[in-house]
């Protein structure tokens, strides 16, 4: 290729009319029908699967091969980004002595990016790519027949890097690095066939070979057509689904192909998908900067035969702070499987029954300190002292203030007993200055309980994988969780996540990394699992602002999972919206432990914002000993399986780099375009090499002052 490649700038922030469809399929959702397509083959057979193999020369050995789908990954060629060891000894003290090893077998490895290396490559072209991704199809008789169609695209994985050197001369670079050949499937009419179930994918390195194979699609055939539901009633329950965002949303007309792990679809239906914004409201954000929604699907069909009906029943359980729900379900295609969003702990539910005591995050709110002078008196009034005046917001009355001379082990708090007074909903104390006055106060829960409106969802998936979502709102009183503010064991690995409340969205991707992360113990132990209202955007922020010490940097990893723009990702409380903007202070992710932070979010790492600032100058400034930071530079599906497929490349038998193994998922699941972050320090040292702890060598910690420059990985058009 030999030339330069910059990320565009892209129209960000401009709303969609309410409702709107596609003309070209406008007569298509008009009340007619479409037909269902029942399947014929899922997958490659055994035999075809070698073929494939064969003709791509990849490792017999290195491919998996389960319920007819093919994944390959060569972890050292896929994305490879050209490196050479770092050799100044200094630099190399100085950043291994600040980095905590967690495995000291594997020792810290510092490597810079050849920028000579990166300018040197030649990717593959687009012409002799897509030649040889047909070949290897039509090889391995995969190339699809009526009434499929498939469409062969073209991107690059594009490595843009700037960094200034102690001399201050700055060296820069962009370029493809690997060529990916993507087949974008469509059924009789161009109505497009998506999902983790519709992929054929082949990236060739620069050196020709294919360094990533995915293979899920399964053969179809038409059957019996169903009646299409009017626009505006799916629009309305696609609404539904983005509370306290006003949502301007818009819709396409597809068919959805579940993953090929789920062995039992027998039938692919008709769905609309809707994508969007939705209106940010926090004061963080640029003002006006629209949320791009995750896309939502709704089944394009209520055919009850395809279909299932959900019926959700939640009330007041025998104790005030329990809840009972139950769902029943009608149609579509047994067995039926449930995933439960509510409080934290009802991720492991999977039956059709829930009882759960309901919790609620208590975030203690900001003390203000001051010291009051005394009094000389006046006539009929004693003189006084000077005095503590300490004052928080409290809504709801719920706070009160502990005292105690020292802090350590062993030490005893005593409530703070002055006189409170409340006014607009501010709380205050004042306590007389002395010898004998406390040195240490803090904030503490004064009630066992708080009423709140707990939301139960449930979202119910037949055989074929067509997910229906329902919710309830009841009153019940929950019992309040504390962040804790204990800091794990130094080598001690560990994972989390942040699930915001949304009504059904995330909440398979939410059990897929539980249960990925959680079934695999070179991942430790879980460290940090906050959903629905539980995860709030203060655990990305530090103290005053927030608890980022004791939640996402107490972790090696965490997964948020919810909306997002290019500026910033949201969270929703019971009383208002609320997010978190890269321009809001008391970022400093990775100051504590976190190395890698995940963003299953749609746009956040875009590379350029409305306002015309790159990336890096977004995100960069929240970097402060976080290795990579991964995203979306387009909109990002929920629910394709892709939790599941990124644990399994990071840790699995054939795990690769961490960054790479986010590229290699979010493609191979159909999830979205994949960015990915990284500082670059003294040295030109970079952390796009690292692997999981244990699994091969992760680089050193850069700290703020250090960062000298950032690289950063996502696919752009050929």
């Known amino acids: ?151 062969a695209l073209v991107t690059h994985t594009v490595l843009t890097a700037s960094y200034t050197n102690e001399l201050g001369v700055v ?63 799916a629009s309305n329950e696609a609404a539904a689904l983005y509370p306290g965002l006003n949502p301007q949303i818009t819709a396409q007309l597809v068919y959805y192909a579940p993953p090929l792990s789920l062995a039992t679809v027998q039938t692919v239906i008709p769905w609309y998908i809707f994508t969007g914004t939705g209106t940010q409201t926090n004061p963080g954000w640029q003002t006006g900067a629209p949320v791009e929604l995750i896309p939502s699907m709704i089944p394009a069909t209520a055919d009850t035969n395809y279909v299932p ?55 203690p709110p900001l003390m203000s300190v001051a010291v009051l002078p005394g009094s000389a008196g006046s006539p009929g009034f004693p003189p006084t002292g000077p005095s503590l005046n300490l004052t928080w917001s409290d809504p709801l009355q719920v706070f009160s203030v502990e005292s105690s001379s020292n802090i350590g082990s062993g030490v005893v708090w005593v409530t703070v007993t002055n006189d409170l007074v409340t006014t607009n909903q ?80 995330g909440t398979t991707d939410e059990q897929d990394w539980f249960f990925a992360m959680g079934g695999n113990s070179v991942f430790g132990t879980i460290e940090l699992g906050y959903v629905s209202y539980a995860a709030e955007s203060v655990d990305f922020l530090d103290a005053p602002a927030g608890d980022n010490d004791y939640t996402v940097d107490q972790t090696d990893i965490t997964l948020y999972i919810g909306h997002g723009n290019p500026d910033g990702f949201t969270f929703t409380s019971p009383y208002s919206s609320d997010g978190l903007g890269f321009n809001q202070p008391y970022h400093t992710w990775g100051n504590r432990k976190d190395e890698w932070l995940c963003l299953l979010s749609c746009s956040v790492l875009d590379f350029w914002d409305s306002s015309n600032l790159n990336v890096a100058q977004r995100w960069g400034p ?44 979010a493609k191979s699941r159909g999830t979205g375009t994949p960015a990915v972050l990284a500082p670059i320090g003294p040295g030109a040292v970079t952390d796009l090499g690292d692997d999981w702890w244990g699994l091969g060598p992760v680089g050193p910690r850069i700290r703020a002052s250090q960062i000298e420059g950032f690289a950063y990985e996502t696919s752009l058009p050929y």
């Open 171 to 233: 060296n820069s670079v962009s370029n493809g690095i690997d060529t990916d050949v993507s087949y974008q499937f469509s059924l009789t009419g161009g109505v497009p066939l998506i999902g983790p179930g519709a992929q054929a994918q082949f990236t060739w390195g620069a050196i020709g070979g294919a360094t990533r194979v995915e293979y899920a699609a399964r053969l179809l055939a038409p059957g019996p057509s169903v009646q299409l539901i009017p626009l505006s009633v």
């Open 426 to 505: 501010t709380s205050t104390v004042y306590i007389p200055l002395s010898s004998n006055t406390p040195n240490y106060y803090r904030m503490t829960w004064t009630r066992a309980t708080l009423p709140v409106t707990e939301t139960v969802g449930v979202t119910v998936i037949d055989a074929n994988g067509v997910a229906i979502r329902a919710g309830a709102k009841l009153g019940v009183l929950a019992t309040p969780i504390v962040v804790p503010n204990i800091v794990p064991p130094p080598q001690q690995i560990g994972w989390g996540f942040e699930s915001p409340y949304d009504p059904g969205l």
């Open 309 to 363: 009906t959900v019926t959700l029943t939640a009330n007041p359980g025998s104790a005030p702070t329990q809840v009972v729900a139950s769902v029943v379900v009608t149609g579509g295609t047994p067995p039926y499987t449930y995933e439960w969003s509510a409080s934290p702990g009802v991720i492991t539910n999977t039956g059709s029954r829930l009882i759960y005591s309901p919790t609620v995050r208590v975030t």
């Open 1 to 151: 290729m030999g030339k330069r490649l910059l990320p565009g700038r892209r129209l960000a922030g401009a709303l969609f009319a309410l409702f709107t469809i596609s003309p070209k399929l406008f007569a298509q959702a008009g009340g007619e029908t479409l037909p269902v397509y029942f399947v014929t083959q899922s997958g490659v057979t055994s035999n075809q699967a070698g073929m494939l193999e064969n003709f791509l020369a990849v490792p017999t050995n290195m491919v998996t091969f389960s319920n007819g789908e093919v994944s390959f990954v060569d972890p050292t060629n896929y994305m490879a980004v050209p490196m050479i060891p770092l050799t100044d000894s200094n630099t190399i003290n100085l950043l291994v002595d600040q980095t905590p090893n967690k495995v000291p077998g594997i020792p810290i490895i510092c490597q810079q990016i050849d920028f000579a290396g990166v300018s040197n490559i030649s990717a593959i072209g687009s012409n002799a790519a897509v030649g040889m991704a047909n070949a290897a199809m039509g090889g391995a008789g995969l190339m699809p027949a009526s009434p499929e169609s498939a469409t």
């Open 622 to 665: 929240a970097m402060d000993g976080l290795h990579v930071l991964m995203g979306f530079s387009t909109d990002a599906l929920a629910e394709t399986g892709f939790p599941t497929a990124f644990a399994q490349n990071m840790g699995g038998k054939w795990w690769t780099h961490i960054a790479n193994a986010w590229c290699a998922a």
